[in-house]
């Protein structure tokens, strides 16, 4: 999607080790957002940032960490992967501007499988 | 915590004709409700909106519903077409840094 990429596209790795996900945007946006998506639970917030080093809890924050140190990049960490957190993940990003009103745009999302 | 959920999870439709695909929600506070399509492999894309305060608004083919009575959102889309086959949800919108999601709907449209 225009404004947002997600790096990797794919990724297996191994029970226990940490993984790193990357949502970058060229929007300057504000806010950006962790989901996760599985199958019967449709998306879920992980966590979500307000800004630069500005970040919070989402629904579904166990296991996981973020850091935005700059507008452009928001990380989400699994320090430890399990298998649990197989699933696909997606970044979004939403306009400054009050309520978000025309929605917000996700990013292509990364499938994690940890096996 | 909020609900949203679906009635049905699969759709199959006819080439042209119209399709409803419906939710049901449960925090009568929301401001808005979004819904949502996703293609096989892409993120979700966002397709219409509505605010509480409103029974109805129409887009490009699409209409989407509310009825505050019920808690139920639908959307319809118009003389579906097979570009219109993905899965559909509705997104419930609740304070500035959430959207609560349903499980989907599946369009399959028939050529």
């Known amino acids: 999607d225009a404004g947002i990429t997600q790096s990797p596209r794919h990724k297996v790795t191994e029970t226990g080790t940490p993984v790193t996900l990357r949502c970058h945007q060229t929007e300057n946006h504000r806010y950006m957002y962790w989901y996760r998506q599985d199958p019967g639970h449709g998306l879920r917030l992980i966590h979500y940032?307000?800004?630069?080093?500005?970040?919070d809890k989402g629904e579904v924050s166990d296991g996981y960490s973020v850091s935005r140190s700059k507008t452009e990049d928001f990380l989400l960490t699994l320090e430890s992967a399990t298998s649990s957190q197989t699933s696909v993940y997606f970044c979004?990003?939403?306009?400054?501007?009050?309520?978000?009103?025309?929605?917000?745009?996700f990013g292509s999302g990364t499938r994690l499988t940890v096996v | 915590g909020e609900s949203v959920g679906l009635h049905l999870p699969t759709l199959s439709v006819q080439e042209g004709d119209n399709s409803i695909i419906n939710c049901a929600y449960s925090n009568s506070a929301s401001d808005y409700f979004i819904w949502y399509k996703q293609e096989s492999g892409k993120g979700p894309q966002f397709i219409i909106d509505?605010?509480?305060?409103?029974d109805k608004r129409q887009g490009q083919r699409v209409t989407v519903l509310l009825n505050k009575t019920v808690k139920h959102l639908s959307l319809q889309i118009a003389a579906t077409q097979p570009g219109d086959s993905a899965v559909y949800f509705c997104a419930e919108v609740a304070g500035a840094n959430n959207l609560f999601f349903g499980t989907g709907t599946r369009l399959t449209v028939i050529p």
């Open positions: 940032s307000y800004g630069v080093k500005d970040t």
């Open positions: 509505i605010r509480s305060n409103m």
């Open positions: 979004a990003i939403r306009p400054d501007r009050g309520p978000p009103i025309d929605g917000y745009t």
